[in-house]
């Protein structure tokens, strides 16, 4: 069904200022909303002029504008670009539900698809990586499409001189601390010197990637269902797999587990190793991966702080940070949990969700034993055991903080959900939670 009101992810440059300009020509003779979202990085002083701009402009032209600024900082560690291009999209995504859109649009052209594709194929990446950025996906219930990512960039650079458009010009796209910038400045140039065609000959790579990683899942799907049992890899069945099966069918199977990228070396290390190896365990990023009995399996890691007093038997450590903090969790948005590998996604839902005053104060804590969770209305709250066990969830993955309301009813469990007593009436605004273990750069890629 074609959406009533269509978004466009507008930073105020170049290429975003022409898709908002173009998208509300076209959408008006279809009778079609537009609006403008602006996420403020709060990274630049130029920023607050950026979003006045957009602003204005957006009331030049009769479309919708909703703006929003981002909170904190990369941690210490974190890419810049990353940590931006997260926030960024997050934020959109709650913009666009804001405004009524199912659709959202996004300004990259086939020079940005070009410059993704040499970066991933600098940092050593697969057909997935060297795939770049798709024309449409669908992620978070929206859909987010690139409609000029066929388009040379001189298109758009001359859509902006025929109407005349103002755009402005972000300096930290010839800051030589950014990849893609040094990329832009210092190797393009050379690049399409010598060779003119380059953009479109690496456009059309990207392309024939996207085959390429498509075909690979597609194999994975038929391959893994015979090599897994519940999520643990069993190695005779994945060894008796020709070379190239098995070493896809490992790594879509560790994208699936691990709660954090698996490095390229890794992989290898496993593809020779496991043939011969009985009992192991492998570092992996967030996780470790322990092999036993013919079968690999993924432990996601448990709180990263001591407990503050010796455990008993019956009990379970609980991080000296998660039994004193409280989060307040009524915002959308990314909240990242001290002391814990992850963070809570908090999102806007229509049901199922609860009540924003009842995210103020949450507290935080590890499981103690004892506490009793209801899967849905109407059904008899049963021990996290038993629900895990209902769930066939193994207690490797039973990871993450349990959240309470500020009342101390338990509101949230990561491998189970929202608890039914604290779901929200229908017909009233309302939040959905999800927990987020720790990630490094290799997020999905909308």
Known sequence: MTPRVVAVATSGGRDSTALLHSTMRAARPLGLGVVALHVHHGLMAEADAWLRQVRRQARRWGVGFLSRRL????????????????????????????????????????????????????????????????????????????????????????????????????????????????????????????????????????????EAAALAEEVA?????????GPELLLAPWLALPGARRANALRHWLAQVAGS???????????????????????AGAAELRLSRGRLGCALPAPT??????????????????????????RPGLHVVPGWAGAVEVQPCRQGGVLPGQLR??????RRGGEQFQRAPLTPPRSLKKQAQGLAVPAWQRSGPLLFTAAGELLFVPWLGLDARCLAPAGQAQLTLAWRPVTGPGQPTI
């Not at 990446?125 to 996906?137: E, K, R, T, Y």
């Not at 104060?361 to 590890?366: D, K």
Request: net charge positive; charged share 20%.
């Open 71 to 210: 909170e904190g900082r990369p941690a210490s560690g974190d890419s810049v670009e990353a940590w931006a291009r997260r926030e960024r999209y997050a934020a959109l995504a709650v913009l666009a539900r804001e405004a009524g859109a199912g659709l959202v649009l996004l300004a990259h052209h086939r020079r940005d698809q070009a410059e993704t594709w040499l970066l991933q194929a600098l940092r050593g990446g697969g057909p997935a990586g060297l795939s770049a950025m798709p024309s449409l996906a669908t992620r978070d219930g929206l859909v987010w499409a690139r409609p000029w990512l066929g388009q040379p960039r001189q298109a758009i650079d001359d859509y902006l001189r025929r109407h005349r458009l103002c755009a402005v010009d972000d300096p930290s796209n010839a800051d030589g601390r950014f990849a893609r910038s040094r990329l832009r400045v210092q190797v393009w140039p050379s690049l399409c010197a010598a060779f003119p065609d380059a953009e479109a000959a690496l456009a059309l790579s990207s392309r024939r990637a996207q």
């Open 221 to 229: 799907a038929l391959d893994l269902p015979a090599c897994t049992a």
């Open 261 to 283: 990228p698996i490095p390229e070396s890794l992989v290898q290390r496993l593809l020779a190793e496991l043939p011969q190896t009985r009992s192991a365990r492998f570092p």
């Open 305 to 330: 702080q001591a407990p503050t007093q010796a455990p008993t038997q019956a009990s379970t450590p609980t991080p000296a940070s998660a039994a004193a903090q409280a989060l307040d969790l009524s």
């Open 361 to 366: 104060g949450v507290q935080v804590r590890a």
